[in-house]
């Protein structure tokens, strides 16, 4: 399946994520995620800060997981790019949040998402220095899990709920 994100960007970031799991995403012994995509439109992808996230709750709060995304402009040819699961860190907008526990998987995940940023991983809101804003097209081609010293492969879709559905699931503070 092919996802083109294409935008503008204006404030702290633009993002997107699938809708909630129906069912949580089992990875078993895998150790991580990749995307295949490639970056199109900028030649320059060390000025702006690129993220994965992932769900490990199926709560819709503001604490989710995220990982730096190492990405290179690519233009023509697909990249997997891994994202291992131990480079996942537990945050709140922005911020890491310290001393927190590891992204544990035992119960599945939930629901997977990726950022463009311009702020860095740390407790305090980092700001880069040299961002660089405006328009960006990122093409995306498959999101799978890969194991150690395995080629990656990629996992059936999970079903997801539909907005709806997600919506009357919230919690009352959410809603």
């Known amino acids: 399946c092919w996802l083109l994100v294409c935008a503008r ?27 295949s995509c490639r970056l199109v439109s900028d030649k320059e992808p060390e000025r702006r800060m690129w993220k994965m996230t992932t769900r490990a709750r199926p709560d819709r709060g ?15 040819d697909f990249m997997a790019v891994k994202v291992p699961f131990d480079s996942f860190r537990l ?25 463009m940023s311009k702020f860095g991983f740390g407790v305090n809101t980092t700001e880069m220095e040299n961002f ?16 150690e010293k395995k080629p990656v492969e990629a996992v059936v879709a999970p079903k997801v709920f539909t907005k709806l559905e997600a919506k009357k699931r919230r919690s009352v503070m959410l809603k």
């Open 9 to 35: 960007w204006r404030s702290g970031f633009c993002g997107f994520r699938t809708n909630p799991f129906q069912e949580p995403l089992r990875v078993g012994d895998s150790v991580g995620f990749y995307v």
């Open 62 to 76: 503001e604490l989710l997981y995220q990982a730096p995304l190492n990405l290179t402009s690519t233009l023509d």
């Open 91 to 115: 945050v709140r907008g922005p911020r890491t949040i310290a001393n927190a526990a590891p992204l544990n998987m035992t119960n599945g995940l939930y629901q997977i998402g990726m950022t």
């Open 132 to 147: 660089r804003d405006g328009f960006f097209e990122l093409q995306m081609r498959e999101i799978g899990v890969y194991k």
